[in-house]
């Protein structure tokens, strides 16, 4: 017999009374369900991706027919516009007038952001909400104590989802690597991602975070009771992690325990590719030494032998505190680590703060974990973010040739170069 989860979300504010109905079959295992890897490739880089960002952005825009939830960092899509077409300030247009159609035809778009600021302007969405786009901004740190909403995450009419390393920005069509997950056509998996989104929004009109989100939020799968779902014409697991705790509602799993869980689990491989890692904090003062993810990995490597692959970015902004952990890693017996390097665009002036691998995931034998937050203290312990974590052999073995492809390319560099 099928399961109703019914779900009533009232949303309530000062200004609006809104409420709206979510029925979700959870034994929907999503038969007519696809699941694709989306990334960007930075111009000129010669690799290869089957599907890109902006057309998975596209796709998931045009094809919407009620409504687009957007939980995003911020957006800057459109000041790419007035440079030089070579730069590829285009892809970001495209994807901003889709959202401006989208909204004219009556599709019920909400954007909750973190709170805007002189670096960080929202020119675009409040262009978006003059159109009448529904925007919040959410003031982080005044709700969690410190961090900032750094996820990004899109959910169309409560089936269909990107969730990936790709900001609201021109920049990470065109000139920054990226890699995020493209689900459609599956409510349940869904439900839980809307879920996420829903919190992030009900957040930004609190002055305070309730100390617990009650049944509204609770989640349909974690990591004891994965989804199980039929994507692609096959059998898949997954599951929705988030961060910071201050987020994980009941039944929810907390993005650090996914992850040090796929590691601990892993017994001959484990590779990941992340922009930025350290097993420290970085923003608050002093930082201090955070060993949870840095323990996982070296038991895996000297305990269990697993072979563990790190590929980390290297750019102009590289924290001068990451190296020499990444040193101290790549000592340990049956742990490599290398730096990937994007190399400058062909054409000056650089665009500033591009040119970096900002991709965010790790693969094993046995699992894939692809999320939105850097590997520092911070992101998993005040930032807002979340991670897909994925069970099937194909998708898995894609992801670890995309992490082939891009650990044997002329773009790495021995861990000791800096
Ligand atoms: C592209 O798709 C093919 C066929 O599904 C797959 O084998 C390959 O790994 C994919 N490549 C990338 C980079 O995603
Ligand atoms: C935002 O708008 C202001 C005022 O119109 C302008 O000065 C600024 O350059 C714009 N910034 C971006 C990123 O579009
Ligand atoms: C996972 O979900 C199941 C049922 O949905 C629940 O019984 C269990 O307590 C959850 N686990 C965690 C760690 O929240
Ligand atoms: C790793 O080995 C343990 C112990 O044999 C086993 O329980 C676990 O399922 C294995 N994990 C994977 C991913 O194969
Ligand atoms: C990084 O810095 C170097 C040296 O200042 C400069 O030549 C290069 O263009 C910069 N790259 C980017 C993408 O800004
Ligand atoms: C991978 O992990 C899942 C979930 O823990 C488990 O059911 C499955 O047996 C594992 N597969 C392998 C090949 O170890
Ligand atoms: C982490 O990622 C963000 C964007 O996702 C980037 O701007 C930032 O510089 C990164 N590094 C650190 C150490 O936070």
Same mark, same amino acid.
């Given at each position: 017999?099928?399961? !109703?989860?019914?779900?009533? #979300?009232?949303?309530?504010? #000062? ?9 979700? =079959? ?6 007519? $369900? ?48 007035? !440079?030089?077409?070579?730069? $590829? $300030? ?39 909400? *003059? ?11 005044? @709700?969690?104590?410190? $961090? ?8 169309? =009419? ?31 998996? %869904? ?48 599951? @929705?992690? %988030?961060? &910071? ?40 003062? /002093?930082?201090?030494?955070? &060993? ?25 902004? +590289? ?16 742990? =490599? ?5 994007? /190399? ?9 703060? +591009? ?8 693969? +094993? ?15 998993? +312990? ?31 560099? /021995?861990?000791? *170069?800096?």
């Amino acid at each position: 017999m099928k399961v !109703l989860y019914t779900c009533i #979300l009232l949303i309530i504010s #000062l200004f609006s009374v809104s409420s709206f109905k979510i029925d979700i =079959d959870s034994s929907n295992n999503c038969q007519d $369900g696809t699941i694709q890897i989306a990334e960007s490739i930075p111009l000129g880089l010669n690799l290869q991706t089957n599907l890109t960002t902006h057309d998975a952005w596209m796709q998931l825009i045009t094809n919407a027919k009620k409504s687009i939830d957007m939980g995003i960092f911020y957006m800057t899509l459109t000041d790419g516009g007035q !440079l030089n077409p070579v730069y $590829g $300030g285009q892809l970001g247009m495209d994807i901003f007038k889709a959202l401006a159609e989208a909204n004219s035809r009556g599709v019920q778009i909400r954007i909750v952001q973190n709170q805007p600021s002189k670096s960080m302007p929202d020119n675009d969405t409040q262009a978006l909400a *003059q159109m009448g786009v529904q925007v919040r901004s959410i003031n982080w740190p005044n @709700l969690v104590g410190a $961090g900032i909403l750094h996820t990004k995450v899109i959910v169309v =009419d409560q089936s269909s989802a990107y969730l990936g390393s790709a900001n609201l920005d021109w920049r990470s069509l065109a000139q920054v690597k990226e890699l995020g997950v493209f689900l459609q056509n599956c409510p349940s998996m %869904v439900y839980d991602t809307e879920t996420a989104f829903e919190q992030y929004w009900e957040a930004a009109a609190m002055s305070q975070l309730p100390n617990n989100w009650g049944s509204s939020f609770t989640a349909l799968f974690n990591q004891t009771n994965m989804a199980s779902l039929l994507l692609n014409n096959q059998q898949y697991q997954m599951f @929705l992690a %988030v961060s &910071p705790p201050q987020f994980v509602s009941d039944d929810r799993t907390g993005d650090i325990d996914a992850l040090v869980a796929a590691m601990n689990a892993a017994n001959s491989s484990i590779c990941i590719s992340v922009m930025d890692y350290t097993p420290a904090s970085l923003y608050n003062r /002093p930082n201090t030494f955070w &060993p949870v993810m840095d323990n996982a990995i070296r038991a895996a490597a000297f305990n269990r032998n697993v072979k563990v692959r790190m590929l980390i970015s290297h750019w102009n902004q +590289t924290n001068s505190r990451i190296p020499q952990w990444l040193h101290s890693l790549d000592q340990v017996s049956n742990i =490599d680590v290398r730096w990937f390097v994007v /190399p400058d665009f062909s054409v000056n002036p650089q665009v500033p703060y +591009t040119r970096v691998n900002h991709a965010k995931y790790m693969v +094993t034998e046995n699992q894939s974990y692809i999320g939105t937050s850097n590997w520092s203290e911070d992101y998993y +312990t005040n930032t807002g973010g979340l991670s897909y974590n994925i069970f099937n052999t194909q998708f898995t073995s894609q992801l670890q040739s995309i992490f082939d492809r891009d650990w044997n390319s002329p773009y790495t560099f /021995p861990i000791t *170069q800096w």
